[in-house]
């Protein structure tokens, strides 16, 4: 059972997502949270395996909340899903900076909610080339033309196959798709990526997206 805490200073789009919830079988609330002081007491409280994050809310808003909650180590292994609108998109790529696994908006489909809330639960980015590298492209690193494709430094303890696999995940590809294009079995994806966030201290896939950007690895712009 996937346990579910929902964190909005709304008390209509709580309920909405806590009806919804309710008739997946492998779902759960265990609780609610008004705001991100509330959603990081909660989280210590009740260990949710998923935190639906709204990103506005009063006394903490939902990024700090985030933060907070990555780096506490008793909450290692809560995972954050950020509840957005398409206006907010510049706050996203902080969330993700502090940690989150990936966004949806609040007008999306309920299948796809509870999708999103498998996917996250699962331990992989909420990720796509479309929407998520679309943020990074416009907020976290601006096109140099003619940057040098050396190994940036800061990945210069990854080996060459982790560094492979860390711009695949960066891309948007999941671990069968690593596997497939790499001609190696998922399993061994899954520890190459784990391996790669352990050494990186990357909380979960989204925060690889960031930092293979960030450091240089890939350019915005560039094809993939």
Known sequence: MIRVLIADDQTLIRTAVRELVRHEPDLEVVGEAADGAEALAQSRLLLPDVVLMDIRMPVLDGIE??????????????RILI??????????????????GGFIGKGTEATDLMRAIRTIHQGDALLSPTATQSLIRRYVLPA????????????????DREREVLTLVARGRSND???????ISPLTAKTH????MAKLYAHDRAQLVVIAYESGL??????G
Not at 86 to 92: A, L
Not at 177 to 182: C, T
Not at 193 to 196: D, G, K, L
Not at 218 to 223: E, I, R, S
């Open 65 to 78: 909340a985030t933060r907070a909650i990555c780096a506490d180590p008793g909450l290692a292994a809560v």
């Open 83 to 100: 509840l957005t609108t398409f206006e907010e998109d510049e706050y996203v790529v902080q969330a993700l900076r502090a940690g989150a």
């Open 144 to 159: 140099e033309p003619g940057r040098a494709a050396a190994v940036p430094p800061s990945l210069a303890h990854l080996t």
């Open 177 to 183: 798709e690593i596997a497939a294009g790499l001609f």
């Open 193 to 196: 990526v784990n391996r790669t």
């Open 218 to 223: 890939l350019v915005p712009g560039a094809g």
